[in-house]
């Protein structure tokens, strides 16, 4: 697996890296130019991340207990929807809104 790209202003390409593991795709983007997708980390995990130009890629985390997630849209608010297993296993949905600023 790769890492995603984004394209820049100058119309190159940027790497949006890891969350330190090997690998990391891009799911969604929205108009503000945020990517939300799924990445390794150092554990080995996949996590949930939302890119911006300004924090480049952010671990949204998982639900309690939870050892890996996936962002599957992302919308024009940067709300990002996804799943994220708890710590029986299960699977669930969720949604990740940003903070307040």
């Known amino acids: 697996m790769g890492r995603p790209l984004h394209r820049g202003d100058a119309g190159g390409m940027l790497d949006l890296g890891t969350l330190g593991g090997g690998s990391s795709v891009g ?6 130019r945020q990517v ?9 995990n996949t996590r949930a ?13 998982t639900l ?3 050892q890996n997630s996936i ?12 799943r994220s297993d708890v710590a029986s296993g299960q ?3 969720v ?3 940003p903070a307040a600023p």
């Open 91 to 93: 699977v669930h949905a």
């Open 95 to 97: 949604v990740w809104t």
């Open 36 to 44: 939300a997708g799924r990445s390794r980390n150092a554990d080995g």
């Open 49 to 61: 991340f939302l890119w911006t130009l300004g924090d480049g890629m952010r671990d949204l985390g």
């Open 27 to 32: 799911i969604a983007i929205n108009n503000a």
């Open 71 to 82: 962002a599957h849209a992302l919308n024009n608010r940067g709300q990002v929807a996804g």
């Open 64 to 66: 309690p207990g939870g």
